[in-house]
């Protein structure tokens, strides 16, 4: 037994953290995050990282995938978040999931392929508003035309097709089948999101989506942990470089005990709580008894620590960590999407306990 | 990454709890008995369940670092509620002995240790050393003959020294040395008439530590561990490996067990005190600290079973716990509500928790000498000027 990353994937973080340092530096990332209008992804950054092959990570070899597992896609989501990329991962690594998972043959060999080279996006609609986030809890139905309206869609507008978590189980809708986008004025402007309204959208039922929808859910929950855990890690980081260097009273902050201990307190809020999506990604490839309360746990505790942290940043950095010119507020938005998309860790703590048959 | 408990640990887990089917409860039915727990440890240790990272030559089972395996033995001894290989009194001067003691040392101290043959209490704080430990007073001169060290000065805060038969103890040997290069690390038998112990009582009435007063006690030469002025670097061994990781999860782990218990066994407004969504939530929320001390000691186990670099968790570990035995005794509580204050009542144990969860962030290590020495040694942070937490 051991709690690991194999070489490999340290490797495939090595690979995405390079190409990230090299076309999502912060200058560029302010760029995208300022782009006059409507919030739109990095369409440069996300063609680089499908010519990597990142959307296959999941994929079936037999569609064009490479078969990896939820540990290989979360510790990319992670690279992503510390890097706060704007691109489009989430959903479309979602969808990917959703019909690998539970797809017809028909429907793989349709999607699969394509997704897996990024000629086609993917997202998923889960939210219903109202806190209504996961598959107990959707009120649409796919019957007779999919109507009805999802919120907080990741990258709707742009995508070519919707995974739309539905009463029946999970539905695939395609681009100009019935639906409108409007793209929400989200503070987290690096992952887009969009209300979309069906108004009798055709949509056509994943034969296996009521079964693999709480599965979908538990990976969608690991994921946005993994890009909590990221963005906190970097925001520690940051944090720790600035008092090294920001000087005040003759000498760097860093030498003074109040700040120190504040650094601390957010090292410690962090680096201990990676384990905690490795073991939701890790469960649910491997140890799917446990899958459903690790990935509750680790939405619920990163995406809170990661929402504190960012705001011990601005306290850390004093006033230029409360510009709009500095990293720290994309961070914080981005730790804002975190802690709401798919349910506040609240929500999550309560299905904790339920899970725990308390 | 493989954390998943295969056939092999199936096969593993069926032979521990076969063991301890066998042999606990013990058949007197006394649970306290000290010759009952030393029983189950011997035997424990002979079929290589417990103090599994020391050598056998020492007393040891010396068995090849397995996380999975060292779980499963922690899993099915608290199942069983069965004693643990938790040495009585300090064990911290085994691992100490294992660095840095000399072969003599070794096999005249570490196999005794662990039958609690030998019990240890830990001589480090004074009464004007206590974060700042260097500062420490207490002489040790070696005799005009060399055969032995006079020890005089006082010690304080000494957990268990009244049952205690030996102390490690940190001294100032070298008088003109600059300060930390001042002190010896040596070993002392603490039943002599130089040696006098007085109990303190603790806030939980309690009593668990001591004052110790040295009056010429005496130690033979040869019970000086590393070499004279080194003691500051022998004190800096820490725990490592298997045991110490795997094991220090065990009371968190117990005590988040107990409070669950509690919270469904404590009525309010006509249910269990667990229905309460506040109760339910913080539970929650505490169950992910306790995970990410799970999680990470896996990490930390495995890196260091793997020679990998990157751990830092250790440095962590202790106030990390602290914090969240505090967060856990504020939970309790909250649940004990009117039943909070009653220490003739069947909940003393939760308040005893309560308050006992304060010493932790002063024993071993203030919580605040536990941030420097993070801010240092984790972050990276410059060297405080003052303290030199890390020194």
Redesign the interface.
Known sequence: MNFLLSDEQLALVDTVKALLRDKCDPVRLHKVFDVEGEARFDAELWAALCEMRIPAIMVPQAHGGMALELIDLAIVAEALGHAAAPVPFLGHALAALAIALGGSDEQQAKWLPRLASGEVLGTVAFGEGKSAWLPGEWQLSAEGGLSGVKTLVPNAAEADLIVVGVSEGLALVEKGTGYTCARVDSADRTRPVDTVTFEGAAAELLPQGKDVASRLTDAAAALIAADAFGGAERCVQMSVDYAKLREQYGQPIAAFQGLRYQLVKMALGTEPARGLYWFAAHAWDALPDKAPHAAAQAKAHLTETYLQVTRDTVEAHGGIGFTWEHDTHIYMKRAMLDWAWLGSPSRHRQRAADLAGW | ?????GAE?DAFRQEVRDFIAAHWPPADGNLKSRDNVRAFVEAAIGRGYMHRSIPRRFGGSEQQP???KA?VIREELSRARAPSDRIPGNGLVVPTLLEWGTEEQKQRFIAPTLRGDIIWAQGFSEPGAGSDLAALRTRAELSPDGSKWIVNGQKIWTTGAHFATHMFLLVRSEPDAPKHAGISYLLIDIRQPGVTVRPLVQMTRQKEFNEVFFDNAETPADMLVGERGKGWNVTRSTLKHERSGIAAMTWPLSMFRDL?KL??EVERDGQSA?KD?RV??E???I???L??????T??S???D??G?EGE??TT?RK??MT?LAGRMGKLARDILEDDFTDMGGARLKWIERFMISLSMSIAGGTS?IQ??I??ER?????R??VQGAGA
């Open positions: 990454m493989e954390l998943g408990f640990y397995d996380i999975g779980e669950v919270a469904k667990i969504v339910r939530e539970l929650a929320a169950e992910g600290e995970l990410s001390i799970v999680y990470s896996y990490r186990v495995s890196l079973v793997h990998q830092t968790f962590m106030l990390y914090e605040n941030r420097n993070i801010a984790v972050l990276g942070l410059p405080d000027r």
